[in-house]
C-alpha cells in the first residue's frame, strides 16, 4: 500500500487544487491566518477540494462568515467535511452558544452544514448530518492547552488518509487523542509534543485489536 499523504497548503489554491488528488487528504486550519485572501482560499479549498478535508482553526473562521463552501461540497458528491470546533468557533459556525444538550448542539450544527462535526469539550461529541452521534469521554482539562488541538487536526488527518470514513476518523481520533494524553503521563501540565510523542505508545496496542484500557 502507498505510504499516505496529507496536503499542506503553502501556494495559491488554484495550485493546490490542480495536484491535490495526489494525497490522500486534507488538514486546513491551524496557522492559517485571517486575512481576507487567505481566508477566501480556505473556503475555495473547502468547496473544491475532493478528497477527505478536516477543518479547524482560522478555516472555521472562514467557514463562520460564509458556509456555502460546505454546501458545495457536497452538492459536488465530495466527502462531508470533518469540523473540530471548541465551543468558540461552534458559536461563531451556529451563530449561538453551544446548548446544554451537547449532542442536540452538535447534530443541528452537523444536519445544517451537511458535515461531521466533532464539538470539543468535556465529553467530546461527533455528529454527522444523519443524526448519527457518539459521545467521546478520554478527554480531560489537559487537552485545552494550546497546540493539543492541532495535534487531534493531525490524527484525524491521518485516519482520514488511511482510508477511515470522516465519521469514523473523527471518533476514533477523538479517542486516540485522549488515550495519547493519559499515555504521555503529564497530566495537567501535558504539552502537545507530550501527546506527539506518547502516539506511538498509544497507538501500538490498539493495532492488535485489543484495547488495553478497556475492561
Not at 49 to 64: E, H, S
Amino acid at each position: 500500500m502507498a505510504k499516505s499523504k496529507v496536503a499542506v497548503l503553502k501556494c495559491k489554491p488554484e495550485t493546490v487544487l490542480a495536484d491535490i488528488e495526489r494525497f490522500h487528504a486534507v488538514a486546513l486550519g491551524p496557522g492559517l491566518g485571517r486575512d481576507a485572501r487567505t481566508q477566501a482560499a480556505a473556503r475555495q479549498i473547502v468547496a473544491q477540494c475532493p478528497i477527505p478535508i478536516v477543518v479547524d482553526a482560522d478555516a472555521l473562521y472562514a467557514l463562520a462568515g460564509d458556509a456555502d463552501a460546505l454546501h458545495a461540497r457536497r452538492s459536488a458528491g465530495f466527502p462531508p467535511a470533518v469540523l473540530t470546533p471548541h465551543a468558540a468557533e461552534y458559536a461563531r459556525l451556529a451563530h449561538k452558544p453551544v446548548d446544554a444538550d451537547r449532542v442536540v448542539a452538535a447534530r443541528e450544527l452537523a444536519a445544517r452544514l451537511e458535515a461531521v462535526v466533532l464539538l470539543k469539550g468535556p465529553g467530546t461529541v461527533i455528529a454527522d448530518a444523519t443524526g448519527r452521534a457518539v459521545v467521546n469521554h478520554t478527554d480531560s482539562p489537559a487537552l485545552a492547552t494550546a497546540g493539543t488541538g492541532d495535534v487531534l487536526t493531525g490524527i484525524i488527518a491521518g485516519l482520514l488518509a488511511s482510508g477511515a470514513a470522516p465519521f469514523d476518523a473523527a471518533a476514533t481520533g477523538a479517542y486516540v487523542h485522549g488515550r495519547a494524553a493519559t499515555v504521555a503521563g503529564t497530566g495537567d501540565d501535558l504539552v502537545a509534543t507530550d501527546l506527539i510523542g506518547a502516539l506511538h505508545r498509544t497507538l501500538e496496542p490498539l493495532r492488535s485489536g485489543h484495547d488495553p484500557w478497556e475492561g
